[in-house]
């Protein structure tokens, strides 16, 4: 009889009694804000983070109080990811949010009246993972489990009508896992798409001719720098930030003047990187780079890309990080004068959400340590199988509908 399943399942009771002892040295940490689900995705606007859940739903959350201020509810599976797009094209409100699910569809609400404004149901085959809104263009894109890209008009954003097809690319022989881009023209944009096989593909978006116009994807470039999975991934400006399963941040750095690349040394973590915050490419802009691996934060003064300086390790949660966002929080002084400082926000599998001074990860009471103590080892992956989700996507679905 093989002995292989009792000892995945003694690990695996030993990973839950570690978490377990780190859940209550950690509990206070980051001032926790409780959640009933797990937080999957989040964007923040001002003092209200809008959090994608494994329990189907959209929640809006006061981020000063941690009281729930609305459930945006009518998915069918866990929400995975978020967007804004405005209500009037070109107005930069943001009001209408965009969410994509489990459940293979994309649904846009109306974050005044609370009320949904239209459902797409059937948007992918599989899984909806990521989504990405280029604003001046009116056009959303998609990603999803299954490997397909799709462009959609959000030129209409209150139309009660499913959302109209642009186009789509269909390369990757993985799932799509992470989007990002930048618009270069009123009638163009580049386009990063990083699969699950590690694989990472630039596109140049061009509108063509027509009512509604369609978008023509042309491939420019296949970026292998990673081994596998990309779990993260952010472009601005000519640097392409990418995070990785493969326990690494990498930095592809083009240069204006001539167009010639340059790849940094591998940003290297203990274990897989879930996601990452460059705030270089955040409007606050200063040369630093937040990683989330496992349940902890590490903070780098990255000034000099292929020697970044590891400023502060925090063990921040007691279960993975899923998603790092930079909040620019305003108060009030006793002058009345409104103040606004930067602010870390970590969400978790240990459904909180945790808060924490920029100013303080920046200048920690301590040193980090050089060898980080307390993280919780996950069993080694096996090789996919022949099936059509890997049995890492399998253990991900299983844990978080495990409610």
């Not at 404004?117 to 001046?136: Q, W």
């Not at 808060?355 to 040193?367: D, G, M, N």
Request: proline residues 5%.
């Amino acid at each position: 009889m093989s002995t292989d399943n009792f000892i995945v399942t003694e690990a695996q009771l030993a990973i839950e009694e570690a978490r377990k002892q780190k859940a209550e040295r950690t509990k206070s940490l980051g001032d926790p804000i409780e959640l009933i689900g797990k937080a999957l995705a989040i964007e923040i606007q001002d003092s209200v983070a809008w959090i994608g859940e494994n329990t189907n739903v959209a929640r809006l959350l006061d981020l000063e109080s941690g009281k729930t201020l609305h459930l945006f509810k009518g998915h069918t599976g866990p929400v995975t990811s978020l967007a804004f797009c405005d209500r009037t094209p070109g107005s930069g409100d943001r009001e209408i949010l965009i969410t994509g699910s489990w459940d293979k569809s994309i649904r846009l609400w109306d974050t005044v009246s609370k009320r949904q404004i239209s459902s797409t149901p059937n948007a992918h085959a599989d899984f909806v993972k990521t989504l990405h809104v280029f604003s001046s263009l009116n056009l959303l894109v998609s990603g999803s489990s299954d490997k397909i890209v799709r462009f959609w008009d959000i030129s209409q954003p209150t139309s009660s009508e499913p959302l109209i097809s642009l186009g789509s690319i269909s390369s990757h022989t993985r799932p799509v896992e992470c989007l990002d881009g930048e618009v270069v023209s009123p009638d163009a944009a580049i386009l990063y798409t990083g699969d699950t096989m590690g694989v990472i593909k630039s596109w140049d978006l061009i509108r063509e001719s027509g009512s509604p116009s369609r978008w023509k994807a042309i491939h420019k470039q296949t970026i292998n720098h990673h081994r596998t999975r990309i779990n993260d991934l952010w472009y601005k400006n000519g640097q392409l930030w990418t995070a990785s399963a493969d326990d690494t941040v990498r930095v592809l750095s083009q240069d204006a003047s001539d167009g010639t690349t340059k790849l940094s040394k591998p940003i290297m973590q203990p274990v897989a990187v879930r996601t990452i915050l460059p705030i270089s490419l955040t409007d606050l802009g200063e040369p630093y780079l937040i990683t989330a691996a496992g349940d902890v934060l590490r903070t780098y003064d990255v000034s000099e890309l292929d020697e970044p300086d590891l400023i502060s390790e925090i063990d921040a949660h007691w279960h993975d990080i899923t998603a790092v966002k930079l909040w620019m929080r305003k108060t009030i002084g006793e002058d009345g004068k409104t103040r606004i400082e930067p602010w870390i926000l970590s969400t978790s599998l240990d459904k909180t959400i945790r808060r924490w001074k920029l100013s303080e990860l920046l200048h920690p009471a301590t040193p980090p340590k050089k060898t980080p103590e307390n993280l919780v080892a996950e069993p080694t992956p096996k090789p996919a199988s022949s099936s059509e989700l890997t049995e890492e996507e399998e253990r991900e679905l299983a844990e978080l509908m495990d409610d």
